[in-house]
């Protein structure tokens, strides 16, 4: 079982709230993923870490942002939320080493914004 | 353009019965070769990791082969399960960065039958 973590699993929120989603691991990973999933359709990766103070925009453009203050914290924040928004995001974590060992992910958080 | 395609796209088997599914791919530099298991509303879980030089890797029931030339995969269940019903995943990393950066497909959804 993979120690990575995310809450909340399930988010209902107005138009124009402000939303942070977390995710947490335990395993000291220096890599750190947020992936987007539509319904039926691939993980698009939209934001990604190489440790602590390195945050990267991934393949899918997003207007959600990131940090990495800790290595084992990686909250996305999404400043005025949207119905667009609306999509489970996986939170996903590697070990270090220039070919990518292991992606362990997290259980995912539902958004749906109303 | 790096893409991986999975067939087919659904899949309804009965209980105790074999499947195979396919992937595809077209990334290059060709890093190594997962699969994972997602259940419906939980992130993806490993099932096997494959490198180049890999052929065929067993994990239980599911049996994965690798023809690293023609650059195709398959991942076979045997005697499957009502629990083998989730979403199969086949994804293709490369090692034409630090990042290793994953590409996803878009998953084969499998329904096992009583």
Known sequence: ?114 | KNQVEQSPQSLIILEGKNCTLQCNYTVSPFSNLRWYKQDTGRGPVSLTIMTFSENTKSNGRYTATLDADTKQSSLHITASQLSDSASYICVVSDRGSTLGRLYFGRGTQLTVWP
Not at chain 1, 31 to 43: A, N, S, T, V
């Open chain 1, 1 to 114: 079982e993979a120690d990575i973590y995310q809450t909340p699993r399930y988010l209902v929120i107005g138009t124009g709230k402000k939303i942070t989603l977390e995710c947490s691991q335990t395993m000291g990973h220096d890599k750190m993923y947020w992936y987007q999933q539509d319904p039926g359709m691939e993980l698009h990766l939209i934001h990604y870490s190489y440790g602590v103070n390195s945050t990267e925009k991934g393949d899918l453009s997003s207007e959600s942002t990131v940090s990495r203050i800790r290595t084992e914290h990686f909250p996305l924040t999404l400043e005025s939320a949207r119905p667009s928004h609306t999509s489970q995001y996986l939170c996903a974590s590697s070990e270090r080493g220039p070919l990518m060992g292991e992606a362990f992910f997290g259980q995912g958080t539902r958004l749906t914004v109303v």
